[in-house]
């Protein structure tokens, strides 16, 4: 009998029900296990009780500013080891904020319909960041 192999769990952020319900679905089937959060209340409480593997986080939110909730991540001792995955429809929001998500280490990326391509931005969040050299 081969042994289960436990997957990350991801903690997924959007705002879209549809979104949410497609990559729970995806992942589910990939092997991970799957928590998604659907609004910046009560994200940083549902990421320190929740202790995701990666949190891949869409920063169309409505109600606030997805670099300030990713500072609140970065600044919490009980957070700030874990890996964050920005994706987003908005090409201009990347670009605007490359330097500063790859200075707090995130890899960001933009949503794509294949799931490849999702799969993809979920393995380069749970990798471990490149050493300094």
Not at 3 to 19: C, H
Not at 52 to 66: C, E, K, Q, S, T
Not at 90 to 101: K, M, N, S, V
Not at 114 to 127: E, K
Request: glycine share 6%.
């Amino acid at each position: 009998m081969r042994p289960t192999v436990v997957r990350p769990r991801i903690l997924i952020v959007d705002e879209d029900p549809d979104v949410l319900s497609l990559l729970r679905i995806l992942l589910v089937l990939e092997g991970y296990q799957v928590a998604v959060w659907a609004d910046r209340d009560g994200l940083q409480a549902a990421v320190e009780t929740q202790r995701p593997a990666l949190v891949l986080i869409d920063p169309a939110f409505r109600d606030g500013d997805v670099m300030a909730v990713i500072g609140d991540l970065r600044r919490s001792d009980a957070t700030r080891r874990i890996p964050v995955a920005v994706w987003s429809r908005d090409a201009a929001f990347l670009r605007a904020h490359a330097t500063e998500l790859a200075a707090l280490g995130i890899t960001a990326g933009t949503k794509r319909s294949s799931r490849v391509d999702v799969l993809a931005r979920v393995r380069a969040g749970l990798a471990p960041p490149a050493a300094a050299s």
